[in-house]
């Protein structure tokens, strides 16, 4: 303020001085409070992710109500209506047929074109690519019009992965449940539910390193100050090192060892989480984890206590036998209330073995003794390495033996078959487990009036004349009840087999015991040609017998089982083939086997597969081709489905 001069105008600039004075000052404490208020952004909600989670879920019940509803109403017309003439398609293109093509078209893309080294089907892919990009953008994204933005700061974008990485944890839990509420709302069973669990878990691990990363670069001198932050650091550890035992390479080949650091170091990671989550009162999203973890664990040993103590059957032990060529026949009996479902499969334990349970495929449909209540329970397992290799020199002595088995299940929601006008099994090594017992359960449909089938095709292929032997009575024995009415094609492919050796004496090679719990294959490219035709020999098996039930998972050999190239035929007949079971030598040309089918098909098509990878490969490759695409679907070529069992660890 300037003192100068003692006039009225000084005076009067005095005056002046002091307002414009107490104005600038009132300026400068808005522009303060502004500037204040501009650093308060909106903040983060990470709640809005579940909303598009929840979405999704919504969609996918959608849809399984639709494929229900559809299934509901061909099986009453299965029940209720005069079959009709068959037509072949026109070869027209029918704009009616549009909602099939797209069908179709969805199809090719989603589940069977895989991308090469990363193991995924497109759709998998796909979704992991979205599902980490919409994650990250939620991270970096600004949430408001204030300048200057923020979302790009260490403070900001540290928070919001924390934030989001705490919030998906229930969801990566739940994913991972063997009991799973998304199964039954869905129609998708757990073990391909674990494939989303995997994808979850993997963005949180990323949003974690986010989170610890921007931290660092806010402040590096209080990343440890408080105990609560230890606890973070210690968490990211352990998830971080579970991550990488599950990679696919370290995990299939040390299952062992990634089972039980994965429940251990988890366990940590949660309690780390709860911890360093609490004084920031993110600790909503991990209380439901305990609540989720915990419901799981109270149901799956109520249901050990119920089938393996409450309803515990009179002879409660295991029968273990040793049926030749590395095989084991591992039979038991339960009172399962409302039985199982053809196709599904338990976790078995042997106390004696330890603790660990492994997944194996029953084998035989339910059939329960009214007198007992107790049904059989049949696996067919292949002595690989690790506890089946164990269980197999239990039996060395005397070629079988008894011991204590618990059992957990049954699982998995297999895809019902009653629909389907054609319906064609694939099967390779002890893959035939799951397709056996789902063509078993389809003929008794059928004699039930139940389902719409009027074509089956039954191929397995399987190295030597031994491992036929192992179900061949129980084969022969579905054969032989077939209906009159039903065109059945039973064909068994020795793989190991030439003119020249004997299929009885074919030796198996060696496999890492890393895959005693799977039916994945070794890698496709060590059988990249076949060595025998299929042309070399037929031979037609006769039907007469009866027969116990087998079957189960293991893994066998992978990529001997190539699709190769074929021209359409002409289609099956009316007249129904004098039952029996073809058996070839050489491989089945999966691709050929496929088109004839479908195109011969005078309704919707079913496809089962189980087995080594280069079979499931194969089968994905020819339904890819155009004889199964939405082109043909517009001229009048039935639609596909495409159903593949594998226990991926």
């Given at each position: 303020m300037s003192h100068h001069g003692h006039d009225s105008t000084s005076a009067t600039s005095s005056v002046a001085s002091v307002v414009g004075s107490t104005i600038a000052a009132g300026a400068s404490k808005t522009a303060a409070a502004s500037g204040h208020n501009a650093a308060k952004h909106t903040p983060a909600h990470p709640e809005y992710v579940w909303y598009a989670i929840l979405g999704l879920l919504?969609?996918?019940?959608?849809?399984?109500?639709?494929?229900?509803?559809?299934?509901?109403?061909?099986?009453?017309?299965?029940?209720?209506?005069?079959?009709?003439?068959?037509?072949?398609?026109?070869?027209?293109?029918?704009?009616r047929r549009i909602p099939q093509a797209i069908l179709s078209a969805s199809r090719i893309m989603s589940y069977r074109l895989r991308i090469p080294y990363v193991?995924?089907?497109?759709?998998?892919?796909?979704?992991?690519?979205?599902?980490?990009?919409?994650?990250?953008?939620?991270?970096?994204?600004?949430?408001?019009?204030?300048?200057?933005?923020?979302?790009?700061?260490?403070?900001?974008?540290?928070?919001?992965?924390?934030?989001?990485?705490?919030?998906?944890?229930?969801?990566?839990?739940?994913?991972?449940?063997?009991?799973?509420?998304?199964?039954?709302?869905?129609g998708l069973s757990h073990e391909?539910?674990?494939?989303?669990?995997?994808?979850?878990?993997?963005?949180?691990?990323?949003?974690?390193?986010?989170h610890l990363i921007g931290e660092y670069y806010r402040?590096?001198?209080?990343?440890?100050?408080?105990?609560?932050?230890?606890?973070?650091?210690?968490?990211?550890?352990?998830?971080?090192?579970?991550?990488?035992f599950g990679i696919q390479a370290?995990?299939?080949?040390?299952?062992?060892?990634?089972?039980?650091?994965?429940?251990?170091?988890?366990?940590?990671?949660?309690?780390?989480?709860?911890?360093?989550?609490?004084?920031?009162?993110?600790?909503?999203?991990?209380?439901?984890i305990w609540v989720i973890w915990g419901f799981d664990r109270i149901l799956r040993a109520s249901r050990y206590v119920l089938f393996n103590v409450i309803l515990k059957p009179k002879d409660s032990k295991a029968r273990v036998e040793d049926i030749g060529a590395g095989g084991l026949r591992v039979s038991l009996k339960r009172r399962i209330p409302g039985g199982w479902k053809a196709g599904q499969h338990v976790f078995l334990a042997f106390p004696k073995l330890g603790i660990e349970s492994h997944p194996f495929t029953i084998g035989n449909v339910y059939e329960k003794d009214e007198s007992t209540g107790e049904a059989e329970m049949v696996f067919i397992i292949r002595a690989m390495g690790g506890q089946t290799r164990t269980l197999h020199g239990l039996t060395a002595p005397s070629g079988s033996c008894e011991l204590a088995a618990f059992v957990d299940g049954p699982y998995g929601l297999p895809e019902d078959l009653r629909p389907f006008s054609t319906c064609v099994f694939i099967a390779g090594g002890t893959g035939v487990t799951y397709t056996i017992s789902r063509m078993h359960q389809l003929i008794r449909d059928i004699l039930a009036s139940n389902a719409h089938a009027t074509r089956v095709v039954f191929v397995w292929a399987v190295r030597t004349q031994a491992e036929y032997e192992w179900i061949s009575a129980d084969l022969s024995k579905i054969v032989a009840l077939a209906p009159a009415s039903l065109s059945l094609t039973v064909e068994v492919f020795l793989t190991g087999a030439s003119a020249g050796r004997d299929p009885m004496t074919e030796s198996l090679p060696s496999l890492d015991k890393a895959y005693d719990?799977?039916?994945?294959?070794?890698?496709?490219?060590?059988?990249?040609?076949?060595?025998?035709?299929?042309?070399?020999?037929?031979?037609?098996?006769?039907?007469?017998?009866?027969?116990?039930?087998?079957?189960?998972?293991?893994?066998?050999?992978?990529?001997?089982?190539?699709s190769g190239t074929a021209t359409p035929t002409a289609p099956c007949g009316n007249g129904v083939p004098r039952r029996g079971i073809v058996r070839r030598f050489g491989r089945p040309d999966v691709r050929k086997i496929l088109e004839e089918e479908v195109t011969a098909s005078q309704g919707a098509v079913a496809v089962d597969v189980?087995?080594?990878?280069?079979?499931?490969?194969?089968?994905?490759?020819?339904?890819?081709?155009?004889?199964?695409?939405?082109?043909?679907?517009?001229?009048?070529?039935?639609?596909?489905?495409?159903?593949?069992?594998?226990?991926?660890?």
């Open positions: 919504g969609l996918a019940t959608i849809l399984n109500a639709l494929f229900l509803a559809w299934a509901t109403f061909r099986r009453y017309r299965a029940r209720h209506e005069q079959p009709r003439s068959a037509s072949r398609p026109s070869g027209r293109l029918a704009l193991d995924m089907t497109l759709l998998e892919l796909t979704l992991v690519i979205l599902y980490m990009a919409g994650c990250l953008a939620w991270v970096f994204s600004p949430t408001d019009n204030i300048k200057p933005s923020n979302n790009l700061t260490p403070n900001t974008f540290s928070g919001n992965a924390g934030k989001l990485a705490a919030a998906q944890l229930p969801l990566a839990v739940v994913l991972a449940l063997k009991n799973n509420p998304i199964s039954w709302l869905t391909k539910l674990v494939l989303m669990h995997r994808m979850v878990s993997r963005c949180i691990f990323v949003l974690t390193w986010l402040s590096p001198a209080k990343l440890l100050s408080a105990h609560w932050k230890i606890a973070g650091l210690v968490g990211a550890i352990a998830q971080t090192i579970t991550t990488l370290i995990r299939r080949r040390y299952y062992e060892v990634f089972y039980s650091t994965h429940v251990a170091l988890i366990l940590i990671f949660i309690v780390c989480m709860h911890i360093h989550a609490a004084p920031k009162h993110y600790d909503v999203y991990v209380w439901p719990v799977e039916k994945t294959g070794t890698d496709i490219a060590q059988w990249a040609r076949p060595d025998a035709s299929a042309d070399e020999k037929v031979e037609e098996i006769d039907t007469p017998a009866q027969g116990s039930g087998s079957s189960t998972p293991t893994k066998t050999e992978g990529g001997y089982f190539e189980s087995g080594p990878d280069g079979l499931v490969d194969a089968v994905r490759s020819a339904l890819t081709q155009p004889f199964a695409g939405p082109i043909a679907t517009l001229k009048g070529t039935p639609t596909v489905l495409l159903s593949v069992e594998q226990f991926r660890m």
